[in-house]
């Protein structure tokens, strides 16, 4: 029986059995993009497999992960980022240990050369940032071809060889000794479906032991003065998020910055309602962890230099979100996104679809219904206003209806300008997948009042 399994859906149920199985680390999921919850790794599932003794190993892996063109450098800078602050925020990974990043397809040389290590040269790079988070070590899963030329590039300190025996390099690369981890053929152990793996000899795989939660905020905390309003504040310096309900399988409202007031309700397990005005209605739900009843030292008046932070930290993605709009495939996702989220998409759905866009390319908002909803969002994330006729490849573009009822009516991604008027645009409005054309004065379609832009 193999002691090292990796599993792409929720298994915390089977903790136990798991363990009773001989299994002793569980390689889980993160992922920025994916559509499907049960893929990546909660923090209730965590605490779940931590509980029965189980040690976690990491895999990043894309909602296209087994697609060359989700690898450039770019997407490397976002995926790498997103790992980065959901292992330290939302699980507690330590620091030392691996995120490995999957390649899940035979590489061709070409790519290898042109986007799976400048793909890692990405990750390296989000990875060097001073953001405070803990350093990871980065591992790649892949062919032995892709195993081979991330390490040779000095982009990776493990290697986690796919099972797939065809693809190219394999036999080679197993036979170097140089991996970390080696994949074997698919099964299932204790009602689980799964990979085995087998580890190097002698050879460390970056797995880890998840440190014990924080305590989460007494049940009531009002209980001795049910009359009074209890305060206390974000204590996670980049930020802490709002959610619809208490867990990261929920929906992101809003991102409330370092030293936030807010007022707690009830405590969900290690999760926590609170109510941001005072007046007992309930808002949303973070995480306790990242509470505190002391204002943070130097938050007092972080509200501004977070909000422009935001906007620095977004025109980092920009270059990605334009290749997304560019590209069939990242229109499509887009469009398959926003159409499971909004009944009777695509009517009315051009905020859910640029919404999409915008988290394929690592601008974390969240789903947003309403071209004035999410205008407000990117303006509240610290974006500019910028005049018509100075737009540029990467602007978000607002029109104005003056119509009863009066209001927001179209908002699109600028994908490339010509003068002041004519663009080609990406936005809900073509069932092909493809790119437009648009003019910022109208013609035949609503004028667009201004652009937002991330600097």
């Given at each position: 029986m193999a002691d090292i399994i990796d599993v792409s859906s929720k298994c915390g149920n089977r903790a136990s059995a798991l363990a009773g199985a001989g299994v002793k680390t569980i390689i889980r999921y993160y992922s920025r993009d994916t559509i499907r919850p049960s893929k990546r790794i909660t923090r209730e599932e965590a605490a779940q497999l931590s509980a029965a003794g189980l040690r976690l190993g990491i895999v990043h892996e894309g909602r296209?992960?087994?697609?060359?063109?989700?690898?450039?450098?770019?997407?490397?800078?976002?995926?790498?980022?997103y790992a980065r602050s959901y292992g330290s925020t939302e699980i507690g990974q330590p620091g030392g240990t691996a995120i490995y990043f999957g390649v899940d397809f035979d590489a061709a040389p070409a790519d290898i050369r042109a986007r799976i290590v400048p793909y890692f040269q990405g990750v390296a790079d989000a990875f060097a940032v001073q953001t405070g988070?803990?350093?990871?070590?980065?591992?790649?899963y892949g062919s032995g071809a892709t195993c081979e030329a991330v390490l040779n590039a000095g982009l990776a300190h493990f290697a986690w060889l796919a099972q797939s025996t065809r693809w190219a390099g394999h036999a080679a690369f197993l036979a170097s000794d140089r991996w970390a981890l080696n994949q074997l053929a698919?099964?299932?152990v204790a009602g689980v479906s799964c990979d085995p793996d087998v580890a190097g000899d002698n050879m460390s795989i970056g797995d880890f032991a998840l440190a014990q939660a924080h305590a989460p905020f007494a049940a009531n905390v009002a209980a001795a003065n049910p009359d009074a309003t209890m305060t206390t504040f974000v204590n996670a310096?980049?930020?802490?998020?709002?959610?619809?309900?208490?867990?990261?399988?929920?929906?992101?409202?809003?991102?409330?910055?370092?030293?936030?007031?807010?007022h707690p309700l009830k405590s969900v397990g290690s999760w926590m309602s609170i109510d941001l005005h005072g007046d007992g209605a309930a808002d949303g739900f973070v995480s306790s962890a990242y509470l505190t009843d002391t204002l943070p030292a130097g938050?007092?008046?972080?509200?501004?230099?977070?909000?422009?932070?935001?906007?620095?930290?977004?025109?980092?993605?920009?270059p990605e979100l334009i290749r997304q709009g560019s590209t069939v495939d990242g229109l499509k996702a887009a469009r398959d996104t926003a159409s499971a989220a909004l009944p009777g998409y695509p009517h009315n759905g051009c905020a859910a679809h640029l919404s999409a866009l915008l988290e394929q390319a690592g601008i974390d908002v969240p789903m947003t219904w309403g071209a004035g909803k999410l205008a407000h969002v990117l303006a509240d994330r610290g974006w500019s206003k910028v005049n018509v006729g100075s737009q540029r490849p990467g602007d978000v573009?607002?029109?104005?209806?003056?119509?009863?009822?009066?209001?927001?009516?179209?908002?699109y991604l600028v994908i490339s300008a010509s003068g002041p008027d004519e663009m080609?645009?990406?936005?809900?409005?073509?069932?092909?997948?493809?790119?437009?054309?648009?003019?910022?004065s109208g013609h035949d379609k609503t004028p667009t009042e201004y652009f937002l832009r991330a600097t």
């Open positions: 296209f992960g087994d697609k060359a063109s989700n690898f450039d450098r770019s997407c490397g800078v976002a995926d790498g980022r988070e803990p350093q990871y070590r980065v591992g790649v698919a099964s299932t310096r980049g930020g802490l998020h709002l959610r619809s309900g208490p867990g990261v399988e929920f929906n992101v409202t809003k991102l409330l910055p370092f030293g936030t007031a807010v938050a007092s008046s972080q509200g501004g230099a977070m909000q422009a932070s935001l906007a620095r930290d977004d025109a980092i993605h920009v573009g607002v029109c104005f209806d003056n119509t009863s009822p009066p209001g927001s009516d179209h908002i080609m645009i990406a936005d809900n409005q073509r069932t092909d997948d493809a790119v437009h054309e648009r003019f910022a």
